[in-house]
């Protein structure tokens, strides 16, 4: 069993910045990939950023060039750090590990419980 623990959201002004922790503990020898997902009311869960143990990398087009995805192998922790945010920033973010193997298909996954991000004036 892998736990995640996220920390960081909060409300910022459009423009301002965030740091979104997670933090790994448990059976995590098995993990390859760690990112953030987000959610709103009515849509889908999307892939926000993605980190391969290899230190490759993917983003969703909306926040290329603000938002960045960090790790500290020595805490577990996964970082996403996000500048000049705009409304649509807005929803939930949820930290996930995952076992991905051929094809990015996803053998099993863990979830945060998820930490609220408002960007608001």
């Known amino acids: 069993q892998v736990q995640l623990v996220e920390s960081g959201g909060g409300l910022v002004q459009p423009g301002g910045s965030l740091r979104l922790s997670c933090a790994a503990s448990g059976s995590i020898f098995s993990i390859n990939v760690m990112g953030w997902y987000r959610q709103t009311p009515g849509k889908e869960r999307e892939l926000v950023a993605a980190m391969a143990s290899g230190g490759s990398t993917n983003y969703a087009d909306s926040v290329k060039g603000r938002f960045t995805i960090s790790r500290d192998n020595a805490n577990n922790t996964v970082y996403l750090q996000m500048n000049s945010l705009k409304p649509e920033d807005t929803a939930v973010y949820y930290c996930?590990?995952?076992?991905?193997?051929?094809?990015?298909?996803?053998?099993?996954?863990?979830w945060g419980q998820g930490t609220q991000v408002t960007v608001f004036s």
């Open positions: 996930n590990a995952a076992r991905v193997g051929w094809g990015r298909v996803h053998e099993y996954d863990y």
